[in-house]
């Protein structure tokens, strides 16, 4: 085959593997396997690469003959313990010197002679098996197998930056795809919900791009206009019925949480005594005494402040959410003050204007100033 076929090929394994098994696009590890899926005709003093280092490929070719010992196992095999360092150190360049030198063996079997894989046994392997179907170096089929590859890397070279559960996510726009990538990855990163949905009370159509909070009953929790949402498939649990979902990774999100007992307290002692730079969520569970709770939200439907018998339960509430809740005193029960920050951010800064049993600053927050 010629170097631009081999070169094409190789790109075509690096970026569907790409696609496959989402591993990040390398400039470096690409181009490393597009140089090594010409390698192995090293054996061929008239190739690409045996021109520049015709002291081997000379003294090659007159032992061994083209296609046999570097297109063979065995030339495989001295190939790993030359670049066998890299495994411990960048094993990224090491596949990728790997996959292209593979490359080049596995299309020229495709060849009219095939390779001799089991060298030094002269049994050829072929690929497919019926001559008529094999390309002949430099022919019009080879001409056409290039333009087809050609044509792959362009389609794969997009795939491969978003993988192909993303590609098919992009394609599909499904919510169940959206849901579990965000179950696998929320707290690295700020995700966006590219939403279209029904709001299952009004019956309005909604198209957003809905920053998400966390996950709840199968679904995820977005803001929305300024208010807290779910959406999911249940239309009894749920805000919003999920048309079309996207999601869409942003910044790198970092996450500073601390955690505040509350027994004796009330919400409206929390709000008033808790003082940040940085708005904040609310996560946690607090038990009241039912006779004193009345009911003020939907037990099924998300809210961010949900009550169910003797407890109340904070789900990324903010304190305008608190509403009627905010002179319920706990029996028992903690609350988590949740800071999600952005890149560039300032440090937060938080205090008890109350005190919190004589600790001004949280432990976990000293660091930041």
């Known amino acids: 085959m010629l170097a631009a076929t081999h070169a094409a090929f190789s790109t075509v394994m690096y970026l569907g593997g790409a696609t496959v098994f989402e591993y990040k696009i390398d400039p470096i590890a690409w181009c490393l396997a597009m140089l090594f899926s010409i390698m192995p005709d090293i054996d061929l003093p008239t190739s690409k690469v045996g021109r520049p280092l015709f002291w081997i490929s000379v003294p090659l070719e007159k032992r061994f003959g083209h296609r046999t010992i570097t297109h063979s196992f065995v030339g495989i095999a001295i190939l790993v313990t030359l670049i066998s360092p890299l495994y411990f150190y960048y094993p990224l360049y090491f596949w990728a010197l790997l996959g292209g030198y593979w490359s080049h063996l596995q299309i020229d079997m495709a060849n009219i002679r095939g390779v001799d894989l089991f060298w030094p046994s002269p049994i050829r392997v072929v690929m497919p098996g019926k001559r008529a179907y094999r390309l002949e170096v430099g022919s019009k089929a080879e001409m056409i197998v290039l333009c087809s590859l050609l044509v792959f890397c362009v389609g794969l070279y997009p795939m491969s930056s978003l993988g192909l559960r993303g590609g098919l996510h992009q394609i599909?726009?499904?919510?169940?795809?959206?849901?579990?990538?965000?179950?696998?990855?929320?707290?690295?990163?700020?995700?966006?919900?590219?939403?279209?949905?029904?709001?299952?009370?009004?019956?309005?159509?909604?198209?957003?791009?809905?920053?998400?909070?966390?996950?709840?009953q199968s679904g995820l929790i977005i803001e929305h206009n300024g208010k807290v949402r779910s959406v999911g498939k249940s239309q009894m649990q749920h805000n919003l019925f999920p048309v079309d979902a996207v999601l869409i990774k942003g910044e790198p999100l970092r996450v500073i949480s601390q955690r505040v007992d509350m027994k004796g307290r009330s919400l409206r002692w929390l709000v008033n005594n808790l003082k940040a730079n940085h708005g904040y969520y609310l996560v946690g569970e607090l038990y009241v005494d039912a006779d004193k709770v009345v009911n003020v939200s939907q037990i099924e439907t998300y809210h961010p402040v949900l009550w169910g018998g003797d407890k109340v339960r904070l789900h990324y509430a903010r304190a305008e959410d608190l509403g009627e809740y905010l002179n319920v005193t706990a029996i028992r029960g903690e609350v988590v003050v949740q800071f999600w920050l952005r890149p560039g951010d300032k440090p937060v800064e938080l205090t008890f204007a109350g005190g919190m049993d004589g600790e001004e600053v949280p432990d976990v927050l000293k660091e930041m100033f």
Request: with cysteine; glycine share 4%.
């Open 172 to 216: 599909l726009k499904d919510f169940d795809i959206s849901y579990d990538e965000f179950i696998e990855v929320q707290g690295a990163n700020w995700y966006t919900l590219e939403l279209k949905a029904i709001d299952n009370l009004t019956l309005e159509h909604i198209n957003c791009n809905c920053p998400i909070l966390g996950a709840w």
